[in-house]
């Protein structure tokens, strides 16, 4: 039902005013425009790219950075790669089974595994169920099983049986993210693009006030903008000794820790 104003009030109102005021109305509620729409879009990427960049480091973080990776030097000066390879495709499975496992007992498995099937072409042929058989105790069995073949496959048919060197070569490769293709160039070709992100880095990392992020890919980000690039691949190594050994997730030894004092999560020591 139209109501219309009384004539005391204005009876005079012409038709134009009211076509006047629905026109408006129609384009306070009409869709937004496809030119709108981007614009909308653009502004929020832009608040994600902003969100997800990482944190520009102060000069004290640095330095502060710096002396902590000196003394994990000093702890643990001959850390390395904790899974047992011989060559870039035995660091490559092995990295591959490590995912949601420790890598001792990823050593228990590889041994049976390379022995059966040492190289990409054998591997490539392999029953999955027999894969599947002999990597059972890693935990996600039917779907590591399922990429180390195909990553084999893909080993023998693109690239000739080699690993290759390339960051997006790697991660071309099944079963193959960051973190795996970070482990491969660092410790096969000495090559860092960036820092590996494990359990014990990702956990460390935030007690330490180096990260916020729960993200490996940001915590990798805010690593790589905190940490001098030539010490990208050592430092992953001796966090991961630092988190197996003192650092623990449910009981740290904090004590027992060289970075006690550089530590803002530390806590205190009893008595």
Not at 42 to 63: D, L, Y
Not at 215 to 229: F, H
Not at 237 to 242: A, Y
């Amino acid at each position: 039902m139209e109501c219309r104003a009384p004539a005391h009030l204005g009876s005079h109102t012409t038709g134009a005013d009211d076509v006047s005021a629905k026109k408006k109305s129609a384009r306070s509620t009409r869709p937004a425009t496809k030119k709108a729409r981007k614009k909308s879009a653009t502004k929020k990427a832009a608040k994600r790219r902003k969100a997800s960049a990482p944190r520009r480091p102060s000069p004290v973080a640095r330095a502060r950075a710096v002396e902590v990776l000196a003394r994990l030097g000093r702890r643990y000066p001959d850390a390395d790669c904790a899974l047992d390879h011989a060559d870039a495709f035995q660091l490559l499975a092995a990295t591959i089974l490590s995912a949601q496992c420790t890598d001792a007992r990823v050593n228990l498995v590889t041994p049976e595994l390379f022995a059966r099937w040492p190289t990409p072409a054998a591997l490539a042929r392999a029953p999955q169920e027999e894969v599947e058989q002999v990597i059972h105790s890693t935990g996600f069995f039917r779907n590591k099983a399922k990429n180390l073949i195909a990553m084999a496959s893909r080993l023998e048919q693109v690239y000739g049986g080699d690993v290759p060197r390339g960051m997006d070569d790697l991660l071309t490769l099944p079963g193959v993210a960051r973190k795996t293709a970070n482990v491969v160039r660092g410790v096969v070709f000495g090559l860092a693009d960036g820092v590996v992100v494990d359990t014990h880095v990702k956990r460390i990392a935030g007690l330490l006030g180096w990260t916020k992020s729960a993200d490996p890919v940001r915590i990798e980000a805010d690593l790589m903008a905190l940490l001098p690039p030539e010490s990208w691949i050592e430092a992953s190594h001796r966090l991961i000794l630092l988190g197996r050994e003192i650092c623990i997730a449910r009981r740290p030894r904090c004590d027992a820790c060289p970075l006690a004092d550089l530590c803002p999560s530390a806590r205190p020591a009893a008595g």
